[in-house]
């Protein structure tokens, strides 16, 4: 008998806030993160401005020499995990430290200390890189560090799978408590890539936008106006166990996970396919692996990049799979505030999902003025809407075309 996988604690650091309350406020109010690149001088490159976490001490959350030689997106995952746990209120001890896994997805990983690193190698040669360098830039030390910080020895795993890393990662973490192979799992996303090389290399894509002048209304996923996604950075992390422990032990729930689906597209390296059958596909199979008919969903956070590609693709792929029930579905966009997080995306994404299933509210999409041609669904335009749902799904579509969606809903 599978177990049923609930949420009972969540940690955010954004580029709207530090900590649940500060970004869910900010997302329900509308307000951007968005704004000028400050951690590099940008003025060379088309791409100016960027989804910067701001105000982030790492000494909250982890020992000084441990800060020091930190780089940031290990430090955003292990502050996000912690506040998941105290969240939850869970102890996490030697009497069941075993049966607690971390599961993370991340994109780039430390790219900056891999530019810094190259620089210095060519500039004073290889006796003077640091003895860091590896174990930080790797991806996998994201959960490996919330494992070292938390006492979690129980399943340990590192998804890659570019945008679509944080919905893989929980996604993953969800079948792990499923099945009985842990009572619980920290899971989320973490990307911090803001760097020289990250936006030249998007640049060259023509994947950026360039509306530099207007931060705030750079991103505007399903506008006819958008010219491309924001960079953003942070970590999203979610406290999942059985339903039954947590009920055990009063613990508060925010939303059961109930369905989980992942394909590829087998199309093109960073494009979807005209008909969006693989994005379709994946958001039937998380359906199916719930038993939930495409009429329950009340509410999707959308992939929703504001790429001319994706908006239209993935409005498609909504047609595609809910037929008629298309028109009733609410439909919302939060990197519209918060920029793209890339592999981390899919982690804050979660928790906003679940927050709005816990809390009644559905986060808006900004700066959508003149939906395009071909987005005609309600995509929650400007503003925040009150409305108690019982279902929610959650989507992230990556490079290489590999496809992540979440289903979840309220426990009975």
């Not at 939303?255 to 960073?270: N, P």
Request: proline share 5%.
């Amino acid at each position: 008998m599978k177990n049923r996988v609930v949420i009972t604690g969540v940690g955010l650091i954004t580029p709207v806030g530090i900590g649940v309350e500060a970004s869910w406020s900010a997302i329900c109010a509308g307000k951007s993160g968005i704004g000028p690149i400050t951690h590099f001088d940008a003025g060379e490159y088309k791409t100016q401005i960027a989804g910067e976490v701001k105000g982030f001490d790492p000494l909250e959350f982890m020992e000084r020499k441990d800060a020091k030689r930190t780089q940031p997106y290990i430090a955003y995952a292990v502050a996000a995990a912690k506040m998941a746990v105290a969240d939850a209120g869970l102890t996490i001890d030697s009497t069941n430290g075993d049966r607690i896994g971390v599961s993370s997805g991340c994109g780039l990983g430390g790219l900056h200390l891999l530019e810094s690193e190259a620089q210095k190698l060519a500039r004073v040669g290889p006796k003077r890189i640091s003895p860091f360098f590896i174990p930080t830039i790797i991806g996998n030390m994201a959960p490996g560090m919330v494992s070292i910080t938390t006492g979690a020895k129980g399943p340990n795993l590192s998804m890659a799978t570019a945008c679509a890393a944080g919905t893989h990662a929980v996604g993953e973490a969800f079948k792990i408590v499923q099945s009985g192979a842990a009572d619980a799992m920290i899971a989320g996303g973490v990307e911090a890539v803001i760097s020289p090389c990250c936006i030249a290399g998007f640049n060259a894509m023509k994947a950026l936008s360039t509306r530099n002048h207007e931060p705030e209304k750079a991103s505007r996923p399903f506008d006819r106006d958008r010219d491309g996604f924001v960079v953003g950075e942070g970590s999203g992390m979610l406290l999942m166990e059985t339903l039954e422990n947590a009920r055990s032990r009063g613990a508060q729930i925010y939303a059961e996970i109930r369905g989980y689906g992942m394909t590829g597209d087998a199309f093109h390296m960073a494009s979807p396919p005209p008909d969006a059958e693989g994005a379709a596909r994946c958001m039937q199979a998380a359906l199916d692996d719930g038993a939930i008919a495409p009429e329950e969903i009340d509410y999707i956070n959308a992939h929703g990049t504001s790429t001319p590609l994706n908006d239209i693709s993935e409005t498609s792929a909504i047609k595609s799979v809910f037929g008629d029930h298309a028109a009733n579905l609410m439909v919302s966009s939060t990197k519209s505030m918060t920029g793209h997080l890339l592999g981390g995306a899919g982690g804050i994404e979660a928790v906003f999902t679940a927050l709005a299933l816990h809390n009644g509210i559905i986060p808006p999409t900004m700066n959508l003025d003149n939906p395009d041609v071909g987005c005609d669904l309600d995509y929650v335009p400007n503003v925040a809407r009150e409305k108690k749902i019982t279902a929610a799904m959650t989507n992230s579509f990556g490079f290489g075309g590999t496809n992540a969606v979440l289903v979840m809903g309220r426990p009975d």
